[in-house]
């Protein structure tokens, strides 16, 4: 079975230029996650949809950043314009879904994307 | 504010050695904790989680976790590490929603 897709794995840029990431869920998962992990802050929740609709977007950190589900099987964050600080490896997750007796189950992760802007 | 703490950002470790990962939590009420593991070049992958019932949870690999709920810790275990234990380990946790949050990471090298 295929996991989480993302693209692109690498992308370095340069400041002012706009990034979108994509990320393909797991066929059948309901929830999607986007994190974002740097030395300094670690694994920060930035948005999760539940149904292709956006739950909490508390985390993300401002208006230059977006993201959009247009359809269950595809995702993309986009940073516009980027800032060097946006420096990170962004991963997609997804999951089928609570479980019964309060369980939520378990995140399914990508193998991140890698941005560095220059 | 809800938070995930790791004590230790790195652990060196001989083989055969035993590991115990800290991990604290600062949620109330319900909460769901987990451990993940992410093998060097590959993704996040989970190692175990709590949800109710028994404190004492075995994941795949030889890992457990106890839930100690009156010191807010969910500590990782390993009687006897192997070289291939070499990884970032993370603690995470929730309420019962997805809304879930990781620690900083702790990474493990166990030395051949």
């Known amino acids: 079975d295929a996991g989480v897709i993302q693209s692109p794995r690498h992308e370095v840029t340069e400041m002012g230029q706009e990034v979108t990431l994509r990320c393909k869920p797991i066929?059948?998962?309901?929830?999607l996650f986007w994190y974002r992990q740097t030395m300094m802050r670690g694994l920060e929740l930035l948005i999760y949809?539940?149904?292709?609709?956006?739950?909490?977007d508390s985390g993300m950190p401002e208006d230059r950043f977006s993201a959009k589900m247009p359809n269950a099987s595809f995702s993309t964050l986009k940073i516009q314009p980027s800032e060097p600080r946006d420096s990170a490896v962004y991963f997609c997750?997804?999951?089928?879904?609570?479980?019964?007796?309060?369980?939520?189950?378990?995140?399914?992760f990508g193998e991140g994307s890698r941005l560095t802007v220059l | 504010a809800q938070s995930v703490s790791q004590h230790n950002h790195h652990v060196i470790l001989s083989e055969a050695a035993s590991l115990e990962l800290g991990c604290n939590y600062s949620?109330?009420?319900?909460?769901?904790l987990f451990w993940y593991v992410q093998y060097p070049g590959q993704h996040l992958q989970l190692l175990l989680k709590?949800?109710?019932?028994?404190?004492l949870v075995k994941g795949i690999k030889g890992f457990e976790a106890e839930f100690i709920k009156s010191k807010f810790s969910f500590n990782l275990r390993k009687p006897s590490v192997q070289w291939s234990d070499t990884a970032e380990y993370f603690c995470?946790?929730?309420?019962?929603?997805?809304?879930?949050?990781f620690g900083a990471g702790t990474r493990l090298f166990v030395k051949a």
């Open positions: 997750a997804s999951s089928s879904g609570p479980l019964v007796g309060g369980d939520t189950g378990e995140l399914f």
């Open positions: 066929s059948g998962h309901d929830y």
């Open positions: 949809f539940n149904n292709n609709v956006p739950i909490d």
């Open positions: 949620y109330g009420g319900t909460v769901n």
């Open positions: 709590y949800f109710s019932g028994d404190p």
């Open positions: 995470a946790g929730n309420t019962g929603g997805f809304k879930t949050i």
